[in-house]
């Protein structure tokens, strides 16, 4: 498997977490993630910071550029531990292999984390 499809699967998980659940992401996690995601597919920043009263917009850009110069596949792969690391500290807390079973959790949530884990 490709380190372009690990990266999916793994976009796919954290997009199909469910807003309450053992699993769940604080603002910083979010931010890690879109900054992550916005250098492994688009590069560097490439727009003006927004106004100082647009906080969600300038905090998504700031975590953007504070990650400015990594390379797509540097990106790729910090995406990858950090959706793996929130799984390993959830696990701290709740059995993971039982709640990625149970009911009303996507499936593909469980394959995709197989996937990203794969060698």
Known sequence: ?????????????????????PLSTTNDDKLKFYSLFKQATVGD????????????????????KSVEGISKEDAMQKYIDAVNAAFEKAAEQVDVNA??????????IKTNLAKINAK
């Open 1 to 21: 498997m490709t380190l372009e499809e690990k990266f999916q699967a793994a976009v796919d998980i954290i997009q199909k977490l469910p807003k309450d659940g």
């Open 99 to 108: 709640w990625l079973s149970g009911d009303g959790l996507d499936p593909s």
């Open 45 to 64: 920043v490439n727009t003006e910071r927004p106004a100082f009263y647009q906080l969600i917009e300038k905090a998504k850009w700031d975590a953007w």
